[in-house]
């Protein structure tokens, strides 16, 4: 499609719980990248893939988070053993493999942990 | 390490009036740079972007903004603001090697009757 799609829109998890988020990145775009928004104003990097391998991971908490993008489905960011502090905005954006490209943003997918 | 700073992190201003909004970078390297706007329950929204070329660069909803080099600065002006500008505005840096991109904190902009 012609924008990166994410669901749910809105996930409630209690602690402990699991939760997925899903990604359609925008077709023909190589690169997914998993942003957290905590607070209103900070991104933080958690992953990027290139087609369905993980390019950066560095941003990733490794022992609840886990993300896959695999060929014909949408990407998606999962969370074990949900804590309150995962509690937040979850932002997916896609980019081309153009050199300068920027990137594309969903909507994403707010996340409340109770 | 590389860096984006917003210094401000809140601008109130008249409708009808000029708006700049500050952005510096740290990074060695002429990085390529963005500017993203964010309304409430949205994702960003690319106002802009500049790699090489002309410093001045002209994006949507009647946006510019200027690359300056040496002050290591990317802000965003406009003309005549619109009640509906108000929102969120992220400058971003992209490093080609490596993929990366950093996002300043952001600058909240009201804008009154």
């Known amino acids: 499609g012609e924008e990166v799609a994410q669901t749910p829109k809105h996930l409630v998890r209690g602690e402990g719980q699991k939760a997925k988020l899903y990604c359609a990145p925008i077709?023909?775009?190589?690169?997914v990248f998993w942003y957290q928004q905590v607070l209103k104003n900070e991104f933080k990097f958690l992953i990027s893939?290139?087609?369905?391998?993980?390019?950066?991971e560095t941003g990733m908490p490794k022992e609840r988070f886990s993300a896959k993008c695999l060929p014909n489905s949408p990407c998606s960011l999962e969370i074990q053993a949900t804590k309150l502090e995962d509690s937040a905005v979850y932002f997916c954006?896609?980019?081309?493999?153009?050199?300068?490209?920027?990137?594309?943003f969903g909507n994403g997918t707010r996340l409340t942990v109770t | 390490a590389q860096s984006v700073t917003q210094p401000d992190i809140h601008i109130t201003v008249s409708e009808g009036a000029s708006l700049e909004l500050r952005c510096n970078y740290s990074?060695?390297?002429?990085?390529?740079l963005f500017w993203y706007v964010q309304s409430p329950g949205q994702g960003l929204q690319l106002l802009l972007k500049?790699?090489?070329?002309?410093?001045l660069v002209q994006g949507i909803k009647g946006f510019e903004a200027e690359f300056k080099r040496s002050q290591s600065s990317f802000n965003l002006r406009k003309p005549s603001v619109h009640w509906s500008d108000a929102a969120e505005y992220f400058c971003?840096?992209?490093?080609?090697?490596?993929?990366?991109?950093?996002f300043g904190t952001g600058t909240s902009l009201t804008v009154i009757p």
């Open positions: 954006a896609s980019r081309s493999t153009g050199s300068y490209s920027p990137l594309h």
């Open positions: 077709k023909g775009h190589s690169y």
């Open positions: 893939f290139q087609n369905e391998n993980v390019f950066d």
């Open positions: 990074y060695g390297a002429t990085p390529y």
């Open positions: 500049y790699f090489s070329g002309d410093t």
């Open positions: 971003a840096v992209g490093l080609i090697t490596g993929n990366q991109f950093y």
